[in-house]
């Protein structure tokens, strides 16, 4: 059973370029949430997605946007980097039908020159 | 608000049992989890508590008292590779959806 997977694990872009980062959600969970960890920091919420809609938001900008596909599977997208951007992104997932489960992926760790 | 404290740093020896405390002030509460996290890698899922009271997991427990906004993680037994960053976060609901509010992580070295 696979757990949470994420895609790139790694990636190097420049200021003013754009970025997707992808999730697969836990087999049996409907739900994908994205966090930001700069370094040395907790985890911050960014969105949460279920049904194919966004849920729940976070403090970020506009820059920042997702979607969740029919298959649970969602990506994260981010416009116009800015360096401060450089993090490690998270996805979690869960289920509606568990609320003491929440696991996350290995994230994607983004660099921004 | 949301406000999560925990301690910066720990340092305790192999064998020897440790307790990280974590306070918080949230508006709105639904359960805290905690979370093993080693440099470079993903959070993992060590405990959540929804009740007040102690739950056991092996050489790890967790405590949860709601009316005092405080937990702790107590790790019994340390080992080596339990040197980590230990996260607290308290989950809300809100619309229809949930989030993690976390602390910062207490960053516990474990030495022989």
């Known amino acids: 059973d696979a757990g949470v997977t994420q895609s790139p694990t790694h990636l190097i872009k420049t200021r003013g370029q754009q970025v997707t980062l992808r999730c697969s959600p836990k087999?049996?969970?409907?739900?994908v949430s994205w966090y930001q960890q700069a370094l040395g920091q907790g985890p911050q919420f960014i969105f949460q997605?279920?049904?194919?809609?966004?849920?729940q938001r976070g403090n970020f900008p506009d820059r920042f946007s997702g979607h969740q596909f029919p298959n649970y599977s969602s990506e994260l997208n981010v416009n116009a980097l800015l360096l401060g951007d450089s993090a490690l992104y998270l996805c979690?997932?869960?289920?509606?039908?568990?609320?003491?489960?929440?696991?996350f992926g290995e994230g994607s760790r983004l660099t921004v020159l | 608000g949301q406000n999560i404290d925990q301690p910066t740093e720990m340092t305790a020896t192999e064998g020897a049992i440790v307790q990280i405390n974590c306070t918080y002030q949230?508006?709105?509460?639904?359960?805290l989890f905690w979370y093993q996290q080693h440099a470079g890698e993903a959070p993992t899922f060590l405990s959540y508590?929804?009740?007040?009271g102690l739950e056991e997991k092996g050489r790890f427990s967790s405590f949860l008292s709601r009316s005092k906004g405080y937990s702790y993680l107590l790790l019994k037994e340390l080992q080596m590779k339990d040197s980590a960053s230990y996260l607290c976060?308290?989950?809300?609901?809100?619309?229809?959806?949930?989030?993690?509010?976390f602390g910062t992580g207490t960053q516990l070295k474990v030495e022989l």
């Open positions: 979690a997932s869960s289920s509606t039908e568990t609320t003491g489960e929440l696991f």
């Open positions: 087999s049996g969970h409907d739900t």
């Open positions: 997605y279920y049904e194919e809609e966004e849920r």
């Open positions: 949230t508006s709105g509460f639904n359960g």
């Open positions: 508590n929804v009740l007040d």
């Open positions: 976060a308290v989950i809300t609901w809100k619309g229809g959806g949930n989030k993690l509010t």
